[in-house]
């Protein structure tokens, strides 16, 4: 009896300790979850103002500081394998896209002010109701094209390029994306390639706004302008008679569809910002688009009419902030002997 008797509370115990274990679990867990969730507080007009004069003005500690009261808290985090494959491309480690704030995030964040406000400027001129077409003509007539080997300055920002007024064929379709995507339209740059070395023979872009009923495509080097898509205008290689020469138009056969968004928006806390700011009013800049949201998009679009096309996000935007002289070693994978 005495034994059966001991045996029945040892087993107790044990279910005690069982039941011990597994609340103590939850309590961490629930702990964890409310340590290390991100979060972002409820939006305050005042700051956001006080934010965007120190973007206009300039300063620095103030912008970092407004911005640290916007996303109250944001924890280091790995990147989505995709973000890391791109930026390891350019030497990047995941370093790169944790918190905290910093002087490049205030430059960003700079550089997509002064794109919203030429793309609210642009909207205001009554001659032409096509925003599209209107930026496009804005890049192409205002950007002179200056060959890579020849340009005296490397850009870490596009806001530099439309302030030199120059810039390469790169920085050019960098720019016109950054402005479009201010414009609140989706934006691909096509690469043209050879099948026989799969080298570029032409570069464009296509630009669609955001529910796809309006599609267009144009082009940086000659100036032309099409109100249809890439696809169509496959389709319709009559019109590029004039225009391109036959590489080009045979580049049409295979395509690389490349998303470029600025680096700096890779990095979920300029992502928790823009949440932030997207709820305020719509002259605010858009900061923080979230890549792996677009390609998806894109790539669905994109399968739908031509299973042989690569739609990938492009690594220029990593390439250019490099040049940045705030761009911190410590961001850098080590040198391979």
Known sequence: MKKTGYTSILILLVLIVLLLVIITSIIRQYDTYIFTRDAIADFDQNKVSLWINSLESGDVKQGLNLASKMVIKSNPYVPFPYYL??????????????PPFNILDFLYWKNCYELKKIVNNTKTDSKNNNIVEKLFNLVYKNIKLID?????????????????????????????????????????????????????????????????SSTYTCDLVTGSFWDMSVEELKQNKNLLIKVWNNRSIKGLNYLLYKTEISAMSYRK????????????????????????????????????????????????????????KFFSKKWLTLNKK
């Open 148 to 212: 890579s080997k020849k340009i005296n300055f490397k850009p870490s920002f596009t806001i530099q390029v439309w302030n030199k007024k120059q810039g390469t064929l790169i920085d050019k379709y960098l720019l016109l994306s950054d402005l479009i995507q201010q414009a609140q339209y989706g934006i691909q740059i096509v690469v043209l390639l050879s099948r026989e070395n799969s080298k570029p023979v032409h570069i464009v872009a296509e630009i669609t706004n955001t529910n796809g």
């Open 85 to 98: 494959e791109k930026a390891q491309e350019c030497d990047i480690n995941s370093n790169f896209f944790n």
């Open 269 to 324: 806390i300029n992502q928790q910002l823009g949440k932030y700011l997207a709820n305020g009013p719509k002259e605010l800049p858009i900061i923080g688009i979230d890549p792996i949201k677009v390609i998806k998009k894109n790539r669905t679009e994109i399968s739908k009419i031509n299973n042989n096309s690569l739609t990938v996000l492009g690594v220029e935007p990593f390439t250019i902030i490099k040049n940045s």
